[in-house]
Each structure stands twice: as structure tokens, then as C-alpha cells.
């Protein structure tokens, strides 16, 4: 596996997501190992996710070095922003976090990817369907 390998799966993960209307490359990098990206997803309900990682690819497998995805409503609300800025040392999690909701709490969170962020996203559009019957764009139905 190389960088380019990574963003094809990446790309493939988009493809593949049944809340993925469109999506569209900002950004786009890969030089041997090393390599970065930058997206902008437009989900099922309108909502937007801005997709980043920086990674190195080593023996056939890959590190995330710097990531940030944030997740809006329709309306530009923040509903989540997943990152690894080192801007909140007091955070358990440190440096990964994640910003959650409008007010922009600041939570710890374990380490995620493109995948991982991709299939909370889907739970918790899923879980919004289920309640309501359709798609709510609102940013406080998390």
C-alpha cells in the first residue's frame, strides 16, 4: 500500500455510502508514502462533512498524522468536528477531541480516520431517520 492506494480507499468509502449524495476534492496529494487530502461531502440531509487527513503509509499500513472532520448541518450549524490540534491540552484525549454541537463543547475522543468518522456519521443519520421517518437537518438531533 502506498498513498495513492490509501486515497483510492478513501474514495472508495465515499462511493460506497449510501448517506453520500456528492462529494468533491478540494485537495489532493500523494507522493510515495506520504500523502494528504482534503473533501467536501454533501450527506442525505443536507448536512456538509469537510473531510481532512494528513498520513504516511509504512510497511503496509497507514498513520494519520494531522485530521480534522467536520461535520455541519444544511444551515452551517457545527454538529461535530472530529481533530488532533494540539489546541486543548487540559482534554484526557489529548491531542484528539472532538467538538460537538452548535455550542462547540469540547469532548475527549479516541483517535479516527475517514472510516470511523464516516460510519459514527452514518449511526447517527440512521438513528435521525428512525426517530423521525425522514432526514432532520437541525443541528440539536444528535
Known amino acids: 500500500m502506498d498513498a495513492v492506494d490509501y486515497l483510492v480507499t478513501v474514495r ?5 455510502n449510501i448517506h453520500v449524495v456528492k462529494w468533491e476534492v478540494i485537495r489532493e496529494e500523494a507522493q510515495g508514502d506520504v500523502g494528504l487530502y482534503r473533501y467536501r461531502v454533501t450527506l442525505q440531509d443536507s448536512s456538509l462533512l469537510e473531510m481532512f487527513e494528513r498520513f504516511e503509509v509504512q510497511e503496509n499500513d497507514f ?8 461535520w455541519q448541518s444544511s444551515d452551517g450549524q457545527l454538529r461535530k468536528r472530529w481533530d488532533n490540534a494540539t489546541h486543548h491540552p487540559e482534554i484526557s484525549t ?10 462547540d463543547q469540547v469532548l475527549p475522543h479516541e483517535p479516527v480516520v475517514a472510516d470511523t468518522v ?21 443541528p440539536g438531533n444528535e
Do not use: C, M, W
Not at 94 to 103: C, K
Not at 129 to 136: I, K, M
Open 12 to 16: 472508495a468509502l465515499l462511493g460506497a
Open 63 to 70: 498513520r494519520v498524522t494531522k485530521y480534522s472532520f467536520q
Open 94 to 103: 489529548h491531542p484528539h477531541h472532538v467538538h460537538d454541537g452548535p455550542n
Open 118 to 138: 464516516l460510519a459514527l456519521i452514518n449511526g447517527l443519520l440512521d438513528q435521525e431517520r428512525d426517530d423521525s421517518g425522514s432526514f432532520a437537518s437541525s
